[in-house]
């Protein structure tokens, strides 16, 4: 098919063989979620899909959530906590893949919602296409909306209309992430937004081997982008269900919307830095990496000169040096027709972006 994706239509849903019940990991790690933690465990204990491996990896927190944790261990045998000394997102998911069992893989954020079909039609999907990775789609809610998103979950989404499964999926990443523009392929018959997903973990359902040798890197703060390339060159065929089954709760204090400090930026440039070297390689035009890379050392120069002097070290300045010669240089390996293609989907993203913040802002 020359559009890199066939179409599977479901008009109803399918029960799974009774002996198709392998057991299935979940990872969530857990930091300071005390207000949402106790929401995001019951959506996953609550699956339609039973034969779970919840694990719970605590990284370090301060409130009570290592208690509520412990609790939830008491509770149901499918529960697994692991304490450990704050290190990050990337070791607390390092660490829940080291002690996972099962023959699939899913990730939850501490704080958001699992619809209860989620791992039914993300197996499902897996299983009847073949494919390495199924997904989903998602929807934002913000925290006032939590008793009501939490009883939509509880209900159950209908069965998936329609599964569509495509090949080279490191070339979707890259360059389908325009939302105007996939709208646009949708109403031209193109299917495009089937090919969309960015480089979070939740809402995913992963074959184990395609984590073998492949841990997320510690010590930084963009560690899912940093992943991304080797983790989606790894697969084969990717199958997409065109229903929501995951609820991501847009929380003002989350590390996605309040950090900003050098620090910060600087990671930012080079883990699209990084991404956007090892998709060259794979020979693909890193469109999205493009967008990331050149809005990252925006985004750090403007930070820098608006931060006070005394929350600013020698160094912040060379990085930012650092960062826009390493921009250059890797934009230098790209075609003419290669660069007026990234900057033409940039600049798209780029006032897209200014619709999006002020909508998840917004949200209370």
């Known amino acids: 098919c020359n ?125 009847n296409t073949g494919a390495d990775m199924s997904k989903a789609r ?13 009883k939509e979950a509880e209900t159950g989404a209908q069965a998936p209309g329609k599964i569509t499964v495509f090949e080279h999926p490191l070339a979707a990443y890259q360059t389908v992430f325009c939302k105007s523009l996939r709208l646009l392929g949708s109403k031209l018959g193109r299917n495009t937004e089937a090919r969309y997903f960015n480089e979070a973990n939740w809402c995913r359902l992963y074959r184990r081997e395609l984590w073998d040798g492949l841990r997320f890197p510690e010590g930084h703060y963009a560690q899912d982008i940093r992943m991304a390339g080797p983790l989606y060159a790894r697969m084969g065929k990717v199958a997409d269900i065109d229903c ?53 050392v925006r985004d750090e120069g403007k930070g820098l000169k608006a931060l006070g002097s005394e929350e600013l070290h020698d160094s912040d300045w060379q990085n930012h040096l650092d960062d826009v010669a390493t921009m250059r240089a890797l934009i230098s ?8 293609k990234c900057a033409v989907l940039a600049t798209i993203r780029s006032c897209e972006n200014v619709v999006y913040d002020n909508r998840i802002h917004s949200m209370k």
């Open 333 to 340: 390996k790209l075609s003419i027709g290669e660069r007026l």
């Open 244 to 296: 929501v089954l995951y609820y991501w709760l847009q929380e003002p204090d989350s590390v996605t919307h309040s950090k900003r400090t050098a620090a910060f930026w600087h990671d930012n440039v080079l883990s699209a830095a990084e991404n956007f070297q090892f998709t060259l390689e794979q020979g693909i035009t890193p469109c999205r990496n493009y967008f990331g890379l050149t809005a990252s």
């Open 3 to 127: 559009t890199g994706y066939v179409r599977i239509y479901k008009e109803e849903a399918q029960v799974l063989p009774i002996n198709a019940t392998p057991l299935i990991s979940v990872i969530v790690p857990v930091y300071n979620a005390e207000d949402y933690l106790r929401y995001c465990v019951d959506s996953i204990l609550q699956q339609s899909y039973t034969n779970l491996e919840v694990i719970l990896v605590d990284d370090g927190a301060k409130d009570s959530s290592p208690a509520i944790c412990d609790e939830y261990a008491t509770q149901d045998s499918r529960v697994t906590v692991i304490h450990q000394e704050n290190g990050g997102i990337a070791k607390a998911q390092n660490t829940g893949l080291d002690a996972a069992h099962g023959e699939y893989i899913a990730f939850s954020d501490n704080d958001d919602i699992l619809d209860r079909r989620n791992i039914e039609y993300l197996l499902h999907a897996l299983q």
């Open 138 to 150: 998602w929807r934002q809610f913000g925290v006032s909306q939590l008793g009501e998103v939490s």
